[in-house]
Each structure stands twice: as structure tokens, then as C-alpha cells.
């Protein structure tokens, strides 16, 4: 969920960059919420029942952290996450705490990650536009911003298209398509429902985003991702979640730079819903 294998640099953590990149992205997020027309017409019809305010909490276990196919730290991890919700406005915080002292940074968080976004609906269409700083603390990599917009369809298998500009560093495209599916399973005990849910996608990277990334001076389809899990929820408030992934890096040049072709990990997350 956040970038990283990039060369070492000076350590650059500006909290008044940050503060004002996310208010900036928010007041234009609140502005292009208020525009009357056809994408609020859902909100319009239901205006005598105004959204609540939702919160999600979860912990996950990772046994490594691969990020577009990167490795950034082949042990385990555990990654933390809040989301608070209203209409179609979610904020999220996400952090990446390495366990292990395999890249000297034992009991630390190396990654955080502040994300604004507004999700427009279209009947089963769903239109997210937003913002993610990324920040990485007790680390010398550079902290970066990505612009992403994306288009989802709610169907049996749903697919979604996610587009990312980095306007900081690497100043670069990259471009994701997956596909999810669901499968209730049969109940067996009262007030637990479980699902079998897996998930394909693949990534393509711009020039600028591969030489940043991994030294490559080409546009490449550059990695891709199967995940399998199997989500328990006990009284729609507690989830469970083991996973099983795989990754594959697709282009050969990408390979070369890796010194890997593919990897596998596994997870297992607890989320609390309020």
C-alpha cells in the first residue's frame, strides 16, 4: 500500500508540506462534492436520511511486504489502518511496522500513509478521485504524493481501474486493473457469515515510474497479483481474514532489477467496524 524500494536519500519528513498538500486535496474533493447534477442524485433522493459517520479498524499480519510488486522487506510486518467514512468521503491512515530486524529497523513504523478521497456513484457505478502522502519515518527515503482517479462496477465479478500520478517524485503513471469475486458459503454457526474471495490484478508503469522504481528506462506492464482469502464476520462488527498471495513481476527487464521473477506471503487481518 505504499512505495518504496527507491534508492536512499536524504531523509525528508515536512509535516506543513503534508498538512497543506491533504487540505488542498480536501477543500477541492468538498468542492467537486458540492457541484449540483446527475452524480449526486442518489445523495439528493435520500437527503432526509444524511449519511452517518462510519469508522473501520484493522491490524494486519503479513509475513512480507511487497508493494507493485517490490519487495520492501522480506519478513514479517504488521500494518495497522483506520478508515472514517461519511457519504462518499473516506479518510484513511495506514502504517507498515517491521517486526524483525531485517532492514535495521526492528519495533519501528517505516511507512505511513494519509489518504483523502471522494467516491462518486453512478447506479452500479462507483468513480473514486484522490490523494495519497506517503511517509516514510526512521527511514532515509523521500516522502511522496500521488493524484489517483479510478472507475469500479459492481456486478458478479467486479473490476476496477485505478490511474496514479506521482506529482513528487518519480513523477510517473502507474496503472492498475483487477477483478474481485465473492462467494457466500454456507453458514454453520449463528451470527458468522464467511466468504471465499479472490482477486486478480495487474500493474503497468510508465518510463518515469520504472526508472524511479526499479532502474528501468522503459513504459512496462510490470507486475500482478493473485490473492485468495477467506473473510469470517461475526456480527457484522469483527472480521477475520486469512490470505493467501502471490505476485509476479511480468516484464524482463523489471526481473533483471528485482533478482526475482516471483514471491508469495501471507496475511491474516482482524477489522473492527463501529
Do not use: C
Not at 532492514?103 to 468513480?127: M, Q, V
Amino acid at each position: 500500500m505504499g512505495p518504496p524500494g527507491r534508492p536512499p536519500a536524504k531523509r525528508e519528513f515536512i509535516m506543513k508540506k503534508l498538512v497543506y498538500t491533504l487540505a488542498l486535496a480536501l477543500g477541492l474533493l468538498t468542492q467537486m462534492a458540492l457541484i449540483p447534477g446527475p452524480a449526486l442524485a442518489d445523495e439528493a433522493a435520500s437527503a432526509d436520511k444524511p449519511p452517518q459517520w462510519k469508522v473501520d479498524a484493522s491490524a494486519a499480519f503479513v509475513s512480507k511486504y511487497i508493494w507493485r510488486g517490490i519487495m520492501q522487506i522480506n519478513d514479517p510486518a504488521l500494518q495497522p489502518s483506520m478508515n472514517i467514512n461519511k457519504g462518499g468521503f473516506t479518510f484513511n491512515v495506514w502504517g507498515s511496522y517491521d517486526l524483525t530486524d531485517k532492514n535495521n529497523h526492528k519495533n519501528k513504523f517505516t511507512e505511513i500513509d494519509l489518504t483523502a478521497e471522494y467516491a462518486f456513484s453512478f447506479g452500479d457505478f462507483s468513480l473514486p478521485v484522490g490523494v495519497i502522502n506517503y511517509q516514510f519515518p526512521n527511514t532515509t527515503f523521500k516522502s511522496t504524493t500521488e493524484l489517483y482517479a479510478g472507475v469500479t462496477y459492481n456486478w458478479l465479478i467486479t473490476p476496477t481501474l485505478k490511474v496514479y500520478q506521482d506529482v513528487e517524485q518519480a513523477h510517473g503513471q502507474y496503472v492498475n486493473l483487477s477483478l474481485a469475486y465473492a462467494y457466500d458459503l454456507p453458514g454453520v454457526v449463528k451470527d458468522v457469515t464467511w466468504q471465499l474471495a479472490a482477486s486478480l490484478a495487474g500493474g503497468w508503469s510508465s518510463k518515469d515510474d520504472n526508472k524511479y522504481y526499479w532502474g528501468v528506462d522503459s513504459d512496462a506492464f510490470s507486475d500482478s497479483q493473485l490473492t485468495i482469502g477467506l473473510p469470517i464476520k461475526i456480527k457484522d462488527t469483527v472480521t477475520i481474514t486469512p490470505s493467501f498471495n502471490q505476485v509476479w513481476l511480468l516484464d524482463s527487464k523489471i526481473k533483471d532489477a528485482a533478482g526475482y521473477d516471483s514471491k508469495n506471503y501471507y496475511g491474516l487481518t482482524l477489522s473492527v467496524s463501529f
